[in-house]
């Protein structure tokens, strides 16, 4: 089977191709053939047992859709977008890229006769804006973001159901918890801290708190994401239902319970490398995000993620540290 | 204050404009000026006390929007808008009306600098989709649609809340219940039958049942949807809040409650003139609509429909057939 993943230059993208590579299959099918596509030219995973393409361009230009899929790749991983943050300040290229790209991928597989292939989206928690329920949000909780990045992707949601709906191809949403520990660099996106808190500590840097303990968020690993896709190319659409979109599941803690975990895990000298540094922009931010899902339909369909903070830690020192914490 | 109706020319448009011209405010303020545009040339409404021009094009053709918006309405009531079955039968159509007529409209408006007019959106109850819960479905209720005009009224919801956010215009987008009784011929629509069986035995025509008593749906009259058009022009957007989209108000009854009202209201022989004929295609269509909504938050925010289905019936006599029943 051809596999196509486009945006596969990112991070959850990179990271699921060496996991492809690692597998050779989806599902018991053999992988044949990865098509990896970005819009800076994305690196083939090492080993792999099949062979690896590459294809360069901007996904929301005319025709770079109609190209991508002209020899009908079976499995389509559709990753591309422009973050949170860009699609805030540039209002435009936020509905080019998220809105118009996607859309004029769907097009393009509409167009081709007797070609129905999974499609695989990668929608956010973002899609939802509150008030929230006292409770854990639950899976027919209305969609009503606070960001063009947000809507974006609840449009594109609606566009893949209708699609998959009409017969176009056989589409899979799934909406990602934020994901931490982002490997990398510490960057500006307001949720960054999520991820800085333990990233940093575990390699004896200092890092920066901006918001208070007691605020609670919903996150998943890096492998939980891949495992996410992987389990979403591979699923019974007929068993998905007409709802084509799904919160993935994800662990829901407060930082202070984050910072806890880190205790758990690497001890009291990570803990103390943390900073807390106020800062009543990004609490302005993120002090509207959801803070826990109730993913029923995602866990019935048997999706997973990790049982707790500390397994998500783990993940992180296992997958880029090699297994070992430097403090 | 200008107004501005597209799709005037319709069902509800007609009504709107006349209601306006009756009135000649909307909350307070006078109107000195109507334009009412339509792909076919729309009827100005009769004794005005303002001037009515109107503007007949595509609003989906690059250019017709600008045009529109080009002297700065201050209220924009946007109505026009492909039918569900024809959105349904021709995909790209449906599209390209009901998604880019209307984002090219909220583009237009946002390319003019210092220019927020209020906007009124219609959506519709069709934008939602089962499983519902087992009561009224509540505000917060997903909207995952069946059908791909209620992907693109969804879609649109999205789009009016983002741009509202954004300071591009103040839009309000108001969710109506099917339109019931609703003048006019019999029509091929699979709901014509709601109306049909109250309409046609109100002349002393006989009109055909395909569906079981049992059924119930959410109504509202021609008459309620047009308060709810003024009252969402004159509306206080600070009390709406960032959720910019509102289910309206109606009337929940089952088939059998609509014959049982007409039975009060017009008598026994209308009630003779509805004759069963099971339909499975239109049951398989219908079975899935909606069928009572909690609107608390329109509640709260002073939008009203009729208080039970006789006063629907009432309000078709009063308003189509001048008071008086025909059988
Ligand atoms: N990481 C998270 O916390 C998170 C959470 C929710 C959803 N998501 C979604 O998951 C997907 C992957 O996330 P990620 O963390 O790997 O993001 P990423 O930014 O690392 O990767 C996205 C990739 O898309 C590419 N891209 C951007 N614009 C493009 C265009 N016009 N044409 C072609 N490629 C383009 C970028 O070059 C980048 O390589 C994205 O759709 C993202 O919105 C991520
Ligand atoms: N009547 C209902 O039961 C109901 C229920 C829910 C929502 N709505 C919505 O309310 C609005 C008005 O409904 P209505 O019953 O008056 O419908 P209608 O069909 O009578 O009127 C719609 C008008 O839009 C015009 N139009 C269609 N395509 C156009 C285009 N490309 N450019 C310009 N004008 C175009 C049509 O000519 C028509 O006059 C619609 O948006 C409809 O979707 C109606």
């Given at each position: 089977m051809h596999v196509l993943i486009i945006g596969g230059g990112g991070m959850i993208g990179r990271k699921l191709s060496d996991r492809l590579a690692r597998d050779g299959r989806i599902k018991g099918r053999e992988i044949a053939r990865l098509t990896l596509h970005d819009v800076v030219e994305p690196a083939a995973p090492a080993g792999a047992p099949f062979a690896t393409d590459t294809a360069v361009s901007d996904l929301s230009v005319p025709g770079a859709a109609e190209a991508l899929v002209a020899d009908r790749p079976d499995v389509v991983i559709h990753l591309a977008s422009v973050v949170s943050g860009e699609a805030e300040a540039d209002f435009e290229k936020g509905y080019r890229v998220n809105l118009d790209g996607t859309r004029q991928l769907f097009e393009a597989i509409r167009a081709i006769d007797g070609y129905t292939p999974r499609l695989v989206f990668t929608s956010s928690v973002a899609a939802f804006g509150g008030p929230y329920p006292e409770d854990a949000i639950p899976d027919d909780f209305i969609l009503t973001p606070f960001t063009s990045y947000g809507t974006q992707k609840a449009i594109c949601e609606l566009l893949l159901t209708d699609y998959t709906r009409r017969g176009a191809f056989d589409g899979i949403g799934i909406r990602l918890p934020?994901?931490?520990?982002?490997?990398g660099k510490p960057n500006k996106?307001?949720?960054g801290f999520f991820s800085g808190i333990i990233r940093e500590p575990l390699i004896g840097m200092e890092a920066l708190l901006p918001v208070s303990d007691d605020l609670r968020h919903f996150h998943a690993s890096p492998r939980s994401a891949v495992g996410f896709l992987v389990h979403a190319a591979g699923i019974d659409g007929e068993a998905v239902?007409?709802?084509?979109n799904l919160t993935m599941p994800g662990v829901s803690v407060t930082v202070g319970e984050q910072i806890e975990a880190l205790r758990r895990v690497a001890g009291e000298k990570a803990v103390s490398l943390i900073r807390r540094e106020p800062d009543p922009t990004v609490l302005s931010i993120i002090g509207s995000w959801p803070r826990d899902f109730a993913t029923r339909r995602a866990d019935a369909l048997g999706f997973t993620a990790e049982a707790d903070f500390d397994a998500i830690i783990r993940a992180h020192i296992e997958d880029e540290l090699g297994g070992t914490i430097a403090v």
């Open positions: 934020t994901i931490c520990v982002r490997p996106a307001a949720s239902g007409p709802r084509r």
